[in-house]
């Protein structure tokens, strides 16, 4: 299994990256024993003015990948990798090594969707829905859509 990891460094040592769209590079990892195999400079979409997560879904899934591990996909860059068949794991910390590690033990578990509040089904007022009713500014976690909600999730 390969897994694709967002880093903010070339070696296994390296911090996860936790923005996947502008993530430095993606770490190529082969998943049954724990060897970087490739890498991805991901370092000229960073400054992109728009389309970061997809050019990075899209360079994800040219490498033939089975697995993301990252920090935040947004609902464009999931789609993408949702196409290619790519499961995407998110919420990851520490390491690339620690976080291969700990999704092949099991630890991590695939998300289920976007990293976007406004995109899911689920609302959670820890994420951040406290403006009004389609008012939201986007200033908390998730993609500024404006998807916003009062605290009670109406």
Not at 70 to 79: E, H, I, L, Q
Not at 115 to 135: L, R, Y
Request: hydrophobic fraction near 30%; include cysteine; glycine fraction near 14%.
């Amino acid at each position: 299994m390969k897994i694709a990891v967002s880093s903010t460094g070339t070696t296994l040592d390296s911090p996860i990256d936790p923005r996947f769209g502008r993530a430095s590079y993606f770490l190529i990892v082969d998943a049954d024993n724990k060897k970087l195999i490739d890498i991805i400079d991901n370092r000229p979409s960073q400054g992109a003015s728009h389309g970061a997560g997809i050019n990075a879904a899209a360079a994800v899934a040219e490498a033939g990948v089975d697995v993301v591990l990252t920090g935040r996909v947004g609902p464009k860059a999931y789609s993408v990798l949702q196409a290619a068949g790519i499961k995407v794991v998110s919420e990851v910390t520490g390491t690339a090594l620690e976080a291969v590690e700990n999704f092949v033990s099991g630890e991590q578990s695939f998300s289920d969707g976007p990293d976007c509040d406004a995109h899911t089904s689920s609302p959670s007022p820890k994420n951040g829905w406290q403006g009004k009713k389609g008012g939201g500014s986007g200033k908390k976690k998730g993609c500024g859509c404006g998807q916003g909600r009062n605290k009670r999730g109406n």
